[in-house]
């Protein structure tokens, strides 16, 4: 028995003429019927009750013809996975990720990636977590990790968690803690100098409204910087700065 046997018997059956089945197939009729008695033969049975001008389906066909179906969705479900399991072997990926997660997660990530799919091409690009879904929506990206997703719902973009991050305070080495308990309260900013990102970060616009929300206007001591830049002006005692712990992991 033959994939394509019963796709000549699945055609019959829902034409119930030979004729529009092979036109329908886009073969020759005396081909699709000769396929069909050779399936009658290997089963032993007629599939079809012909009678001059009028098919039916015989009691075995009425047998065969929901499982000839299953197997060949299932035949073609089979050949498509495959085919899309061989199409990731080979392409171009183009990933965004927020600046912390580039530097604390996304290079162990990459070389596991790398590893297991060498001939993929990797385009990387690093930016805040508003700009990398404008540029999703755009299509200018296949996939972003992005902190603290807003709105993705009106832009009919899907979204999966994959981490909770805290968020840290961080300051100067040189300058008193900002907590002597180690733990800090939102309204504990008031009035202390904050350096803040660039519009375009998720992580702005998050620390604003909690400081409002705090019932304060936040003191901004520097702001338009990106991650490093922000991390660079905290150590230097420019102001206090909250930012996603993984990005002290390699400070």
Known sequence: MQMQQLAYFVAVAQERHFTRAAELLGVAQPTLSKQVRVL?????????????????????????????????????????????????????VRLGATPSLMTGLLADVLAAFRRRFPDIELHVQESGSQDLVQHLSGGELDLALVIVPRRLSERGLVTTP??????????????????????????????????????????????????????????????????????????????LAVVPSMVLQSR
């Open 40 to 92: 009658e033969r290997e089963l032993g049975t007629p599939l079809f009750d012909r009678a001059r001008g009028n098919i039916a389906l015989s009691q075995a066909g009425e047998l065969l013809l929901p499982l000839a179906r299953r197997i060949l969705t299932d035949v073609d479900t089979a050949r498509r996975q495959v085919q899309e399991l061989a199409g990731v072997r080979r392409g171009r």
């Open 162 to 239: 994959i981490i909770r991050e805290d968020l840290v305070v961080v300051s100067s080495w040189e300058a008193p803690p900002p907590s002597v308990s180690g733990s800090l309260r939102v309204a504990d900013l008031r009035g202390r100098p904050l350096v803040m990102f660039r519009p375009g970060y998720d992580l702005r616009d998050v620390t604003l409204e909690a400081c409002r929300a705090a019932g304060f206007e936040p003191t901004l001591a520097v702001e338009g910087g990106e991650m490093d830049a922000v991390l660079r002006f905290a150590e230097a005692g420019v102001g």
